[in-house]
């Protein structure tokens, strides 16, 4: 009864390796997002999505590139991964694009360790 | 540009005193404000927001916060603190125009202390 799920839910790689993380919503919600939890604990968006069209693109490296193949996925592929990109990497959604009235619901997150 | 701060990356209470954690936001245009909890190894959950009206605001488990914009703030506080409090919480800030974007602060780890 997931509302958000991400998976995998640890996922330790090398550098220079390139990797997924997907995410799925069971809400109906017709928006979808992926932030980055850095190791100081500050969370930024990356990216945002409205109906399978990107929406927010937050000066992210074009090595992040997010799919979404339907309104209830959003999948993030990151290309040649770096030490930097260590992080937890949460996925969220809300039934639209208005922060101020709908609720964003978050995933459980994915911890990403580059070696 | 908006911005949070928090003031205090850790704060420390006992169980049953009041808790009160921070949040000064900076905005240009009237801000609709929030507060996020985020449990050891969970997703971030939405505690309680201020959009517009009523300038208290009340949330689940208890908590509250009031916006004063003479103060720039919109402070959180529990009147009496449960050990089940002891999570990581997050002021966030977002505009009319910026649609989905929110913007948060960098956390203040909440401990209860037996």
């Known amino acids: 009864d997931t509302a958000v799920s991400q998976t995998p839910k640890y996922l330790v790689t090398q550098m220079g390796n390139d990797k997924s993380i997907k995410c799925e919503q069971n809400l109906g919600h017709d928006t979808m997002y992926w932030y980055k939890q850095d190791s100081k604990k500050f969370l930024k968006i990356m990216f945002s999505?409205?109906?399978?069209?990107?929406?927010i693109n937050e000066t992210v490296p074009n090595r992040f590139s997010p799919k979404s193949p339907d309104k209830a996925h959003l999948n993030l592929h990151i290309n040649s991964l770096e030490l930097g990109d260590s992080a937890v990497y949460f996925c969220?959604?809300?039934?639209?694009?208005?922060?101020?009235?709908?609720?964003?619901?978050f995933g459980p997150g994915t911890r990403l360790t580059v070696l | 540009a908006q911005s949070v701060t928090q003031l205090g990356s850790h704060v420390s209470v006992s169980e049953g005193a009041l808790v009160l954690l921070r949040c000064n936001y900076s905005s240009s245009v009237p801000p609709y404000l929030f507060w996020y909890v985020q449990y050891p190894n969970q997703g971030l959950q939405l505690l309680l927001k201020y959009t517009t009206g009523a300038t208290l605001v009340k949330g689940i488990n208890g908590f509250e916060a009031e916006f004063k914009k003479s103060e720039t703030s919109f402070h959180l506080t529990k009147p009496s603190a449960h050990m089940s409090d002891a999570a990581e919480y997050f002021c966030a800030v977002t505009q009319y125009s910026s649609a989905s974007k929110i913007i948060f602060g960098s956390g203040t780890r909440l401990s209860i202390r037996p």
């Open positions: 969220a959604s809300s039934q639209t694009l208005a922060a101020i009235t709908d609720t964003q619901y």
């Open positions: 999505y409205n109906n399978k069209e990107l929406i």
